[in-house]
């Protein structure tokens, strides 16, 4: 079955930038999204098809994919950035989540 | 705007089947495109996608979970429901449902993208022994 893997932690400063990895087998062939999700809340999406935001997200979030490895990039990280986040893909028509990275804001 | 939000036991016992509804609001489960997902998260874990479903009945079910996997639709109510049968302590966790929109589709090996792009709040499910 085909994997993701992500690294469990990052840590920032404020006005920093954080790069969070998700690497996989040819994903750079694939679509990924990636999914902020803040302690007790749901899910929320900030990246889809790999590098584009849904209204309502700030530009400070960006992504890439490429190779083995796509990447999700946090500029000028703010305080309420922090949060847990998960790439995910489809393969075979089975959606695939990393297992996610936690980004500490210190 | 579309809202989802599950219902159902929050206490199941182990062996037996749990049954969650997702009630959606402000749009219709009848559109073409979309599917409509149930995932889970077990305490302090990540996302597990647990299948999904299209109104006109298509599912598509985790192969780790699809022996004990039933999700279904209500157009008339305007929900999708998720069965898992015999259920363990592993299966404790949050339950969200989701709306799955196209994101793209790759010519190379006809594979459709999706992406969750509203989620309910969650349900959490504990299973008692």
């Known amino acids: 079955s085909y994997e993701l893997t992500q690294p469990p932690s990052v840590s920032v400063s404020p006005g920093q930038t954080a790069n969070i990895t998700c690497s996989g087998g040819k994903l750079g062939d694939k679509y990924v999204c990636w999914y902020q999700q803040k302690a007790g809340q749901s899910p929320t999406l900030v990246i889809y098809h790999n590098g584009n935001r849904p209204s309502g997200i700030p530009e400070r979030f960006s992504g890439s994919n490429s190779g083995n490895t796509a990447t999700l990039t946090i500029s000028e990280t703010q305080p309420m950035d922090e949060a847990d986040y998960f790439c995910?893909?489809?393969?075979?028509?089975?959606?695939?989540f990393g297992g996610g990275t936690k980004v500490t804001v210190l | 705007q579309l809202q989802l939000q599950e219902s159902g036991p929050g206490l199941v016992k182990s062996s037996e089947t749990l049954s969650l509804t997702c009630t959606v609001s402000g749009g219709s489960i009848t559109s073409y495109t979309n599917y409509w997902g149930w995932f889970r998260q077990p305490p302090g874990k990540g996302l597990e996608w647990i299948g999904s479903?299209?109104?006109?009945?298509?599912?598509y079910y985790n192969p780790s979970l699809t022996s004990r996997v039933i999700i279904s639709v209500d157009t008339s109510k305007n929900q999708f429901s998720l069965r898992l049968s015999s259920v363990t302590a592993a299966d404790a966790a949050v339950y969200y449902c989701?709306?799955?929109?196209?994101?793209?589709?790759?010519?190379?090996?006809?594979?459709?993208?999706?992406?969750?792009?509203?989620w309910g709040k969650g349900t959490t499910v504990t299973v008692s022994s």
């Open positions: 479903v299209h109104y006109g009945g298509s599912t």
């Open positions: 989701a709306r799955l929109v196209v994101d793209g589709f790759a010519l190379s090996t006809w594979v459709v993208y999706y992406n969750m792009d509203v």
């Open positions: 995910q893909t489809w393969d075979s028509s089975i959606a695939v």
